[in-house]
């Protein structure tokens, strides 16, 4: 028999049936998925909840906890559903709950809490025995119409009851409220959103049905966060997040400028962003002053009551405040992007990712097909009442035979139905009907309510036929939500600003965010980095790795940037705070940069971006390049000078700055020990490029320049240290044209033939 064909059942299989494993878990994790997205972590586009929330709801309804009513035990709530309507645990269903009252969590409560329901801080709520609860009026306007059939239901888990399958919503929950969360190959994030700019928008999609998001967008400029803040996305950004249905929103805390006494300040924050935890917020802030990440901070300290009062401190009174935040912001989540990802259960069935105006039209189409039911439902309730007015007349017109046919017939009902032709309802009434309320049987009276009801279902009829009038009505019924929840009240108005994120300039906003320390950068022959504490450090007591020694050795701070200049021509910019420290023999530039092999270092500087460098290659060609061209921002360098092996960058000399006694000459000599002087102003000056000829050479190449000022005279320097001056009236012989040859250095240079000796 084979290996892969199970055996037949036989009398001692014991009821075992064998299953493809593969197939039976492809069948049961779609099952699962199936159900968490649509039965735990999706809300409903109609009403904007997921099946938990909707089933507290539901539940609050059936214990009468109305907003005017007395507040009830959440334990009793949190039974009530879990028994009836949600079999999970009492924990997921309590912390379902207690989101729903939170004025932290939610922009529009849908459940009014009485107790400890938890706060900003990320302190949990009490335990359900101790709290109480009861609905808002959010959410009497979601069930409102529940039982005019508005609504489907559907058996409950065990089949013992009825729940809704969606609430009726006449308030736009999902935009209002937002929702969030996990399923299985996909996700939901909703931030909530302002009340009557949703029923602003709306009711501009009910007047054109054509409207665009754009247009929607004015209406809705972004999310109304119930923590506040201010959102410092761009519109551009924001509009295409709404046709898309995914992007998001950055949010930065408000804060101002608080004035102390002797001229001191700090820094209030007021509002932090949305689903942002204050205390853990605090503690990584004051983690990071400490670890001096945040160098222009002195302290943190949360001062709020109930109201959000987080004061920062500056290291001095003379830091910029907005530039103070800008590191802040960098660093922590006083500034976070809330995401926007619309993915819905499209009428309740299919996950969906939709725009805002997709969004709105799903809510308007559910709103009209509510109206429909409600008006089919109360439309069977006065044909009802009519048919029992009209059994009533007849009864008043012959109320002593219908005395007569109840106080003698053995069947009444039937006897009433034969001789009065009424129907079952309406015989059913008349015997219902107390003896204390046939003195009310007035014709006037049955004729009143029988006329207005006529004319009800008059109109009720002309509502359904009309597709106009049922917009019409629909457009009423959003007028009233969003004058209940208006931006005049205090609920509704709106609690987040927008503001464009003010430009600073990297470089400022770098040196922010690290403290100012001197430190001096060693470079080594061999290409190592690091930098040791301190200015003035003792080069000869520097240890080098064996064969290596040092090559350069400057002050800098740990905010500057240097500049390291190599021999294929590339320029590097390294910040000095990430050169490793002095302890060891640091690490080769090749590590930091995407430096080549057969490429060494030819200087490494403080970028210093006005200023200029000419820079000269082995075979004598040349230019001016300012500073400012020189840095990059990238691992791969920029390239300043155009080279091709055997030609390299060899050497380059700083232009005096400002304050300085301008040159205007430059002296070079080749390693041929010819001397050539050339005014400065034949050198051209170019961000980038191979450059002009300097010296012409028939062997050897360029071997060291310097820049001078001609009625100063050229000096170099000997072995000795001993200083010489040639005066301008003696370098008549070696002065000519760029490009020349020149001639052999006058007496007493130096044999290395270079000017420092």
């Not at 959102?231 to 929103?249: D, M, P």
């Not at 820094?267 to 983690?287: D, F, G, M, N, W």
């Not at 302890?583 to 200023?611: C, K, S, W, Y």
Request: charged share 30%; glycine share 8%.
């Amino acid at each position: 028999m084979s290996k892969n064909v199970p055996p037949p059942p036989g009398d001692d299989d014991n009821g075992i049936e064998p299953v493809d494993l593969k197939k039976a878990l492809e069948e049961r994790y779609l099952a699962y998925a199936l159900s968490t997205i649509m039965n735990r972590a999706l809300p409903d586009v109609r009403d904007g909840l997921k099946p938990v929330h909707r089933r507290i709801v539901h539940a609050m309804r059936l214990l009468r906890l109305d907003p005017n009513a007395a507040y009830s035990k959440c334990a009793k709530i949190v039974g009530e559903v879990m028994g009836k309507f949600h079999p999970h645990g009492d924990v997921a269903v309590y912390d379902a709950l207690v989101r729903l009252a939170q004025e932290f969590a939610q922009r529009y409560p849908l459940v009014d809490g009485q107790g400890n329901f938890g706060n900003i801080d990320g302190d949990n709520a009490a335990a359900m025995r101790y709290t109480e609860a009861r609905m808002t009026e959010v959410a009497t306007l979601l069930l409102e119409g529940i039982t005019e059939d508005a609504v489907d239901f559907r058996p409950t888990y065990n089949e013992e009851d009825k729940e809704p399958v969606v609430l009726p919503g006449a308030f736009p929950n999902l935009l209002a409220n937002g929702s969030s969360g996990i399923a299985v190959g996909m996700a939901t994030s909703i931030p909530p959103h302002n009340a009557e700019e949703i029923c602003d928008a709306a009711l501009a999609l009910i007047d054109d049905p054509a409207v665009t998001v754009a247009e929607l967008v004015k209406l809705v400029p972004g999310p109304d966060f119930p923590t506040g803040a201010i959102i410092v996305e761009s519109q551009a950004a924001i509009l295409e997040a709404y046709e898309t249905g995914r992007g998001g929103f950055r949010t930065r805390a408000r804060w101002s400028k608080e004035e102390l006494s002797r001229g001191g300040w700090q820094i209030v924050v007021t509002e932090i962003p949305y689903q942002v935890q204050k205390s853990r917020l605090i503690e990584k802030t004051a983690e990071l002053i400490v670890n001096r990440k945040l160098p222009l901070f002195d302290g943190i300290r949360d001062e709020s009551a109930e109201d959000v009062r987080i004061v920062l401190e500056p290291k001095t009174r003379t830091v910029d405040p907005a530039l103070m935040m800008e590191s802040l912001y960098k660093l922590t989540e006083f500034e976070a992007r809330i995401p926007l990802n619309m993915n819905v259960l499209s009428h309740g069935k299919v996950p969906k990712v939709m725009s805002l105006k997709d969004v709105l039209r799903e809510w308007l189409d559910h709103r009209r097909e509510v109206l429909q039911r409600r008006s089919r439902h109360r439309l069977g309730k006065i044909e009802e009442r009519l048919e029992v007015l009209a059994g009533f007349l007849i009864a008043y017109l012959n109320i002593d035979e219908v005395i007569r046919i109840i106080r003698f017939e053995d069947h009444p009902k039937q006897e009433l139905i034969r001789r009065f032709e009424l129907t079952e309802n309406q015989a059913e009434a008349i015997l219902n009907l107390r003896l204390r309320a046939l003195n009310k049987l007035e014709e006037v009276e049955i004729r009143r309510e029988h006329d207005e009801l006529i004319k009800e279902k008059d109109g009720i009829e002309k509502l359904l036929a009309s597709e106009a009038m049922q917009w019409k009505t629909i457009r009423w019924e959003i007028g009233n939500v969003r004058k209940k929840f208006g931006k005049d009240t205090a609920l509704g108005r709106r609690r987040t600003d927008f503001a464009e994120a003010v430009a600073h300039d990297d470089e400022a906003l770098t040196e922010a965010m690290i403290e100012k320390e001197p430190v001096t950068v060693i470079v080594s022959e061999k290409g190592w980095l690091r930098a040791m504490k301190g200015h003035g450090v003792d080069t000869a007591a520097i240890a080098f790795k064996d064969g290596d020694s040092l090559k350069l050795a400057f002050p800098a701070h740990t905010t500057d940037r240097i500049v390291v200049l190599t021999t294929g021509g590339k320029a590097y910019t390294l910040p000095v705070s990430r050169l490793p420290g002095g302890r060891g023999h640091g690490e080769p530039i090749r590590l930091m940069v995407d430096m080549e092999n057969e490429q060494a270092i030819v200087t490494a500087f403080v970028h210093a971006p006005e200023r200029k460098w000419l820079l000269a290659s082995t075979a004598g060609y040349g230019f001016i390049a300012p500073e400012a061209e020189m840095a990059a921002n990238t691992r791969k360098g920029k390239q300043v000078m155009n080279v091709t092996l055997p030609d390299e960058l060899k050497l380059s000399v700083a232009l005096p700055g400002a304050g300085e006694p301008a040159a205007d000459h430059v002296a070079i000599i080749g390693e041929n020990r010819k001397l050539l002087v050339f005014p400065l102003d034949q050198v051209l000056e170019m961000g980038r490029g191979k450059g002009v000829r300097l010296q012409r050479y028939k062997d050897g190449g360029v071997l060291d320049i310097k820049l001078f000022r001609l009625d100063d005279g050229l000096s170099w320097t000997d072995s000795a240290g001993r200083v010489f001056v040639k005066p301008k009236a003696e370098l008549a012989e070696w002065l000519g044209a760029r490009a020349s040859a020149g001639r052999l250095p006058p007496k007493g240079f130096p044999r290395t033939g270079r000017f420092g000796g």
